[in-house]
T-cell receptor, first 112, second 113 residues
Framework: GDSVTQMEGPVTLSEEAFLTINCTYT??????LFWYVQYPGEGLQLLLK?????DKGSNKGFEATYRKETTSFHLEKGSVQVSDSAVYFC???????????FGKGTRLHILP | EPEVTQTPSHQVTQMGQEVILRCVPI?????FYWYRQILGQKVEFLVS????????KSEIFDDQFSVERPDGSNFTLKIRSTKLEDSAMYFC???????????FGPGTRLTVL
């Protein structure tokens, strides 16, 4: 079945460092790909998404590119802030209105 | 901005008791979902609901679980006889028509003693 694998956390970086969180997926079809973020004490929020190969999703300085050839959707940010500290989930959905399949999540700590 | 809300934020119950977790999806959304996250593990799909019936359910969603949309605004998850392994964070989500983005609530933490 479909699955998502993302790098283990926690990831600890200093403020203004470059961030990469790796994510790869396995799917039978052409899924949509997502990054969700969970700030402390809050629910899951959609950070960005991409619906087809080579699409780049971006939001709040974060970017991820849908790479079909490597089945990857790595999350990057050029300069992280303390306020980016959260848990980040890579996810996929095969079809519109379909269930979302999540990775295990990566906890990110940004030190001032 | 409209949000998905869930109540209660934390529920503690004894093993074998029934619990009802409540969600109010965003008003014009048509698809509704429940997910759970056992501490330290991934978020797992439980069930999806559309047009007043279950559209898909996972292996986790056995006969102990049921969902209902009793009054056009609330969407509930009932666990008939809770087990210790039901302890988890339960998330409700909803999707507007024609979209694949799901909007999640803040979750209910269920602790079964």
């Amino acid at each position: 079945g479909d699955s998502v694998t993302q790098m283990e956390g926690p990831v600890t970086l200093s403020e203004e460092a470059f961030l990469t969180i790796n994510c790869t997926y396995t799917a039978t079809g052409y899924p949509s790909l997502f990054w969700y973020v969970q700030y402390p004490g809050e629910g899951l929020q959609l950070l960005l998404k991409a619906t087809k190969a080579d699409d780049k999703g971006s939001n709040k300085g974060f970017e991820a590119t849908y790479r079909k050839e490597t089945t990857s959707f790595h999350l990057e940010k050029g300069s992280v802030q303390v306020s980016d500290s959260a848990v980040y989930f890579c996810a996929l959905s095969e079809n519109r209105d379909d269930k979302i399949i999540f990775g295990k999540g990566t906890r990110l700590h940004i030190l001032p | 901005e409209p949000e998905v809300t869930q109540t209660p934020s934390h529920q503690v119950t004894q093993m074998g008791q029934e619990v009802i977790l409540r969600c109010v999806p965003i008003s014009n959304h048509l698809y509704f979902y429940w997910y759970r996250q056992i501490l330290g593990q991934k978020v797992e799909f439980l069930v999806s609901f559309y047009n007043n019936e279950i559209s898909e359910k996972s292996e986790i969603f056995d006969d102990q679980f049921s969902v209902e949309r009793p009054d056009g605004s609330n969407f509930t998850l009932k666990i008939r006889s809770t087990k210790l392994e039901d302890s988890a964070m339960y998330f409700c989500a909803s999707t507007p028509p024609g979209h694949n983005e799901q909007f999640f609530g803040p979750g209910t933490r269920l602790t079964v003693l």
